[in-house]
């Protein structure tokens, strides 16, 4: 009775179009769900997303599960996970996600899910980082193991979203470091963030990964941006 009068007063809203949910709706509405924009790259081993690390770092996998388009419902779902501390945004998009991963044979041999991680000083302000729930969910989803540790962010800037183009291309490779241990050589990482835009900031946390004997990496995000 109480959470019925709680929602009677403060309904939930969907995070896409801040209509509000029906009650077998959560987070999304089905409309907003049935209108996200997905890649489909899990169909293309060569997809998009894969191609815009060639000649950078050598991946064995990468994809992104929607299309991120200005002023659309994906931006919207990312901003008020990222501002607004959504969480169970990035839940519902990897236990999504998830599911479609298991199928892919690249990635069957992944040993850590990794998040790219925040600046200490960021994630302080924040409170958290907002791919958390999303590498969380991927992992119980491909029962692989979740480290938010082995990746550390050394360089405290302006957030991506802040930059233009340009600027976004010049990520330092110092900005990212490791801490690894004997029990790392060898294994596959798998790193996940929210947007893939250039793919600087991956291609950095790749970079740092690659310094592990005996290292591979794949890579997986919420979204990508469409050049």
């Known amino acids: 009775m109480l959470k019925k009068l709680i929602k009677l007063f403060f309904p939930e809203i969907c995070s896409g179009c801040s209509e509000i949910l029906l009650e077998n709706e959560t987070s999304i509405c089905v409309a907003c769900r049935h209108h996200l924009p997905l890649t489909n790259h899990l169909l293309d081993i060569e997809n998009e997303g894969f191609k815009r690390f060639y000649g950078r770092i050598p991946v064995a996998h990468s994809s992104a599960m929607l299309y991120y388009h200005k002023k659309g419902i994906v931006q919207q779902l990312i901003h008020n996970l990222k501002y607004k501390n959504h969480q169970e945004i990035g839940t519902?998009?990897?236990?999504?996600?998830?599911?479609?991963?298991?199928?892919?044979?690249?990635?069957?041999?992944?040993?850590?899910?990794?998040?790219?991680?925040?600046?200490?000083?960021?994630?302080?302000?924040?409170?958290?980082?907002?791919?958390?729930?999303?590498?969380?969910?991927?992992?119980?989803?491909?029962?692989?193991?979740?480290?938010?540790?082995?990746?550390?962010?050394?360089?405290?800037a302006a957030t991506q979203s802040k930059k233009n183009l340009a600027n976004r291309n010049s990520v330092s490779e110092n900005t990212f470091g490791i801490q690894f241990s004997e029990i790392h050589h060898d294994k596959h990482f798998l790193l996940v963030d929210d947007v893939l835009t250039t793919g600087a900031t991956l291609e950095a946390c790749g970079k740092a990964l690659l310094q592990i004997p005996g290292s591979k990496i794949s890579i997986v995000t919420m979204a990508m941006s469409q050049s």
């Not at 980082?129 to 405290?156: H, M």
């Open 92 to 156: 519902l998009l990897g236990n999504w996600y998830a599911e479609d991963l298991k199928a892919n044979l690249t990635l069957k041999d992944v040993d850590y899910i990794v998040p790219v991680p925040l600046h200490k000083k960021r994630l302080k302000e924040r409170g958290y980082n907002q791919v958390t729930t999303f590498s969380k969910a991927i992992s119980s989803g491909l029962g692989k193991k979740y480290d938010p540790f082995i990746l550390i962010r050394k360089e405290y």
